[in-house]
């Protein structure tokens, strides 16, 4: 079923580039075009895009982690600043979060929520 999600796509892209995710990567991460993504980043409101049910869960999974982030950390920087750190987790093994996600399949970004979930006390 595809549906469309400006909405949606327009949060993701602005949390990705917050975390400075580059365009590529974040296109990776949510496997758009470059074209969807500048259109994203416009905020034309009367843009629409058509997005796959692979495309609507990337989306949810980067606002899950967000959502997660900003109920563990009270500041921004850590907020923002977390998925770029290097982590020990045994997923990411002294890589950030971005690169395990960036790698652009749906079992990293899955994963790497898994492994925010868990700071909010979620147990798997």
Same mark, same amino acid.
């Given at each position: 079923?595809?549906?469309?999600?400006?909405?949606?796509?327009?949060?993701?892209?602005?949390?990705?580039?917050?975390?400075?995710?580059? !365009? &590529? #990567?974040?296109? +990776? /991460?949510?496997? $758009?075009?470059?074209?969807?993504?500048?259109?994203?980043?416009?905020?034309?409101?009367?843009?629409?895009?058509?997005?796959? !049910? &692979? #495309?609507?869960? +990337? /989306?949810?999974? $980067?606002?899950?982690?967000?959502?997660?982030?900003?109920?563990?950390?009270?500041?921004?920087?850590?907020?923002?600043?977390?998925?770029?750190?290097?982590?020990?987790?045994?997923?990411?093994?002294?890589?950030?979060?971005?690169?395990?996600?960036?790698?652009?399949?749906?079992?990293?970004?899955?994963?790497?929520?898994?492994?925010?979930?868990?700071?909010?006390?979620?147990?798997?």
């Amino acid at each position: 079923m595809i549906k469309k999600a400006p909405i949606g796509l327009r949060a993701a892209v602005d949390i990705l580039e917050k975390w400075q995710e580059s !365009s &590529d #990567q974040a296109c +990776r /991460i949510l496997r $758009i075009s470059r074209s969807t993504y500048s259109w994203a980043k416009q905020r034309n409101p009367d843009w629409s895009v058509r997005l796959d !049910s &692979d #495309q609507m869960q +990337r /989306i949810s999974f $980067i606002l899950n982690i967000y959502a997660v982030l900003r109920l563990v950390f009270d500041n921004p920087e850590n907020v923002y600043g977390f998925p770029a750190m290097a982590n020990d987790n045994e997923l990411f093994n002294g890589r950030t979060p971005l690169e395990i996600m960036s790698q652009g399949d749906m079992i990293s970004l899955y994963e790497t929520f898994r492994r925010f979930d868990v700071l909010r006390g979620a147990q798997w």
